[in-house]
């Protein structure tokens, strides 16, 4: 379900079932002359739906903390400092947790192979996320909510998973150690998009690239791109709790 298309019967009745709540994180990044600048939040926009109805998908944030590392601003990327989006993340965290969402979650694409550590994108909507959430519980339970007596089960919650900082979770699409080429518009990311939207690809300019990272992208195919798919979508059941 999109949220946009949701009525407010709709949206009380995904609350109180405490269905999962998605949004899709992505930058706008040059990715070598055969594919579009919004590879990162395509390929996980269109992965996500294939989930269907089981999840409620919200308008997708399309303009993170891209960097110029690959290209310049001249060639398709558009980098925002993540200090111009964090009050953003936050303000529609704290909006999503007013509505009385508690199963709340951001999927991402870009630089998660160093997920662990964090990266500038994913960082910014993790803290948003965590401010978010003090925040709420400050204003609705009131200063020292954490030492009072009824908080006396917080660790034994904490390792149920059942704990207030559950309420938000940011996830890559990606399981670490995926048995699939992580790269940038090299084989693995043609190929995801050859599976999920072929009709942005260009393999043509694939075969004259020109970069080091795109050398492999010539070797993509659609079945590749759907074993990736596969992958990404059992990892999603399990951290979004749909398995």
């Known amino acids: 379900m999109q949220f946009d298309r949701m009525r407010p019967d709709q949206i009380a009745r995904a609350v109180a079932e405490g269905l999962p709540v998605v949004l899709p994180i992505g930058v706008m990044e040059y990715h070598g002359k055969h594919l579009p600048a919004g590879v990162d939040l395509l390929i996980v926009t269109e992965t996500l739906r294939r989930l269907g109805d089981r999840i409620i998908t919200l308008p997708p944030f399309a303009y993170g903390a891209a960097?110029?590392?690959?290209a310049g601003p001249g060639e398709g990327t558009l980098h925002l400092e993540p200090a111009t989006f964090l009050p953003l993340a936050e303000a529609l965290f704290t909006g999503?947790?007013?509505?009385?969402?508690?199963?709340?979650h951001g999927v991402i694409h870009?630089?998660?192979?160093?997920f662990a550590q964090g990266m500038p994108t994913d960082?910014?909507?993790?803290?948003?996320?965590?401010?978010?959430?003090?925040?709420?519980?400050?204003?609705?339970?009131?200063?020292?909510?954490?030492?009072?007596?009824e908080?006396?089960?917080y660790y034994a919650l904490h390792a149920q998973g059942a704990d207030p900082f559950n309420w938000i979770r940011i996830h890559p699409l990606f399981p670490k150690g995926a048995d699939f080429p992580f790269d940038h518009a090299g084989v693995?990311?043609?190929?995801l998009m050859l599976a999920l939207a072929p009709d942005t690809v260009d393999m043509t300019s694939a075969?004259?690239?020109g970069h080091w990272y795109t050398e492999t992208a010539p070797q993509a195919t659609a079945e590749l791109g759907e074993k990736g798919v596969a992958i990404a979508l059992s990892h999603l059941r399990t951290v979004l709790g749909l398995d």
């Open 67 to 70: 960097s110029h590392a690959v």
């Open 96 to 104: 999503l947790l007013a509505t009385g969402f508690r199963n709340l």
């Open 110 to 114: 870009h630089q998660t192979e160093n």
């Open 123 to 149: 960082l910014a909507f993790r803290l948003a996320a965590r401010n978010a959430i003090f925040r709420h519980l400050e204003g609705t339970r009131g200063p020292g909510w954490w030492g009072k007596g």
């Open 151 to 153: 908080m006396a089960d």
């Open 188 to 191: 693995g990311e043609t190929a």
């Open 207 to 209: 075969r004259d690239g």
